[in-house]
């Protein structure tokens, strides 16, 4: 590591469960991040500030002046530009040593397995039940470790789906074939801290992987409660009739 990286990144390296061997490996990661909005900007923003090495940002979509309100990463002046773009822009002021693969289009088919086949690790921060289910498959069949988040109104929730563990549930295991009339933020709100919250818990699952320290939420499905500050916890299992999962290897 050079001087500056060690200065750059000494807060973190001075921890034992980092140390330098686990900065050189989030400086070595490659990281997909799914969605560049309320969710993926503090992500995109933490991973960068910890150095992350790589990072693939995939959204189709512009920004908007509505989504100002929550999407931290972007700013007035790329209202009407790519999200892929404005965060680009935002992550380079932040961090200029961070890598960059911008891919501004929906990841579907062909596209999604070859962006979650390049990546060491997967965070969704989509905002759509199709998207999620997607990014699902085409990580137990890579074998990707995936953290998955969400957040509406005042609720978020967050997991981590892992194939590399035999036991590992996913995302499907939680939700089934689920209803794709779900409202999404647009139609129900969203409060802006709540997702910050939920995207920082993201990005701090996303360090423990990549690194290896600490029990990251697999198995378990972290749920907030912002209108009262509570968080609770419930247990998750692999669904043994899963279509996606239940063949990689047996229940706890």
């Known amino acids: 590591m050079r001087d500056d990286q060690l200065l750059r990144y000494s807060r973190q390296i001075l921890l034992k469960q980092v140390d ?10 490659r990281v997909l991040i799914v969605g560049l909005g309320g969710l993926g ?5 933490y991973l960068a500030a910890a150095g992350v090495g790589t990072l693939l940002l995939a959204d189709p979509d512009e920004v908007d ?3 100002l309100q929550r999407q931290i990463i972007h700013q007035v002046g790329g209202i009407g ?8 822009r935002g992550i380079a002021a932040l961090n200029p040593q961070t890598q960059l693969i911008r891919l501004a289009h929906a990841l579907e088919g062909e596209r999604l397995d070859e962006a979650v086949a390049s990546a060491d690790l997967v965070l969704d921060c989509s905002d759509n039940f199709a998207t999620r289910q997607a990014v699902n498959r085409a990580c137990f069949a890579l074998g990707k470790p995936l953290v998955s988040g969400a957040a509406i109104r005042l609720e978020g929730q967050l997991s981590v789906f892992d194939p590399r563990r035999d036991a590992s549930p996913c995302y499907q295991c939680l939700y089934g074939t689920g209803d794709e009339s779900t409202l999404s933020c647009s139609e129900a709100g969203v409060l802006g801290p709540l997702v910050g919250v939920v995207g920082s818990l993201q990005a701090l699952e996303a360090i423990k992987l990549i690194v290896g320290f600490g029990e990251p939420l697999i198995g378990r499905l ?6 009262d500050s509570r968080f609770r916890e419930m247990r998750l299992r692999r669904d043994p009739a899963c279509t996606v999962c239940a063949q990689r290897g047996g229940d706890e």
């Open 222 to 227: 972290l749920l907030i409660d912002a209108l």
């Open 20 to 29: 330098v061997e686990g900065q050189q490996a989030l400086l070595r990661a």
């Open 81 to 88: 530009t790519s999200k892929v773009d404005s965060a680009a």
């Open 65 to 67: 002046l509505s989504n």
């Open 41 to 45: 900007a503090p992500v995109a923003l």
